[in-house]
């Protein structure tokens, strides 16, 4: 079973930890609008294949969030059914991250 994480708690984890993976699962579209600093961003459609790229542990703490999570519960499903264990997703997606008024990284093009 996969978690919720406030954007509280993630704002903290971002400033204080080193120890998680955050993966943007959102359209290439909407990424190149803005995306929460330090996320990766991977198809959802390729998840389970790329974490593999940036992970060998199957343990290691891994956070996604979409647009409003229509998807991360989806997504969170295939990673704990390929053997990941510590899943969560942001609580209302970047939506609610941005309602809170926490900080976004912006494409300058």
Same mark, same amino acid.
């Given at each position: 079973?996969?978690?919720?994480?406030?954007?509280?708690?993630?704002? +903290?984890?971002? &400033?204080? #930890?080193?120890h998680?993976?955050l993966?943007?699962?959102? *359209?290439?579209?909407?990424?190149?609008?803005?995306?929460?600093?330090?996320? +990766?961003?991977?198809? &959802? #459609?390729?998840i389970?294949?790329?974490?593999?790229?940036? =992970?060998?542990?199957?343990?290691?703490?891994?956070?996604?969030? *979409?647009?409003?999570?229509?998807? #991360?519960?989806?997504a &969170?499903?295939?990673?704990?059914?390929?053997?990941?264990?510590?899943?969560?997703?942001?609580?209302?997606?970047l939506? @609610?991250?941005l309602?809170? @008024? +926490?900080?976004?990284?912006?494409? =300058?093009?």
């Open positions: 079973m996969y978690t919720n994480i406030s954007p509280t708690w993630l704002s +903290y984890l971002i &400033a204080n #930890s080193k998680f993976i993966v943007d699962i959102r *359209d290439d579209i909407d990424r190149n609008i803005n995306y929460i600093k330090s996320s +990766y961003h991977i198809k &959802a #459609s390729e389970t294949k790329e974490l593999k790229q940036l =992970t060998s542990c199957k343990k290691t703490k891994i956070i996604i969030y *979409d647009s409003c999570n229509d998807h #991360s519960p989806i &969170a499903t295939i990673l704990l059914k390929t053997g990941y264990h510590n899943i969560s997703i942001l609580e209302g997606g939506k @609610q991250w309602s809170e @008024q +926490y900080p976004v990284e912006t494409n =300058t093009k």
